[in-house]
């Protein structure tokens, strides 16, 4: 395999993953989030996984809002995406309340502390140090044969 397909191939396991836990912690309810990863590449040598800008948000919870104002994502303010939230999931809840208790206090994951592991049991230590090998073993061994060819 190439370096860009190891890269590759790397950064679609973790996109799966992220998914599965998404669906399996009952985090999906328009799937804009959810349909929002890809593996990009850039160049012929990296690899990126990118996704929404609020995917944190999954890991971590939102924060109590900072400012004054409608909060904006995607556009929309936190109501209008409330409303999408509500009706996806099928919820009989007033999207002004929810509103005005996350700008307040956060959502509940951010209450509660955080770190839901959606990203953080995927995205780990020894998952980035088993990468750093395969490129370590990769060349290694080209280095071994071009020695010994020489």
């Not at 599965?20 to 593996?39: C, G, H, L, P, Y």
Request: proline share 3%; charged share 25%; aromatic share 6%.
């Amino acid at each position: 395999m190439t370096d860009l397909e190891i890269l590759v191939d790397f950064l679609r396991k973790i996109e799966l993953e992220i998914k599965a836990n998404m669906i399996a912690n009952n985090q999906v309810a328009t799937r804009k989030t959810i349909d929002s990863f890809e593996v990009i590449t850039p160049n012929d040598v990296s690899a990126e996984l990118w996704a929404a800008k609020w995917v944190m948000a999954l890991e971590d919870g939102r924060k109590p809002t900072s400012h004054t104002g409608p909060f904006q994502s995607a556009g929309k303010t936190l109501v209008e995406s409330i409303k999408e939230w509500i009706a996806a999931k099928k919820l009989d809840l007033n999207p002004y309340a929810v509103a005005r208790k996350i700008h307040a206090e956060g959502t509940k994951l951010y209450r509660q502390g955080g770190k839901s592991g959606v990203i953080s049991t995927v995205i780990t230590e020894q998952r980035l140090s088993n990468l750093v090998e395969i490129f370590a073993d990769q060349y290694l061994s080209s280095l071994e044969s071009n020695l010994l060819t020489v």
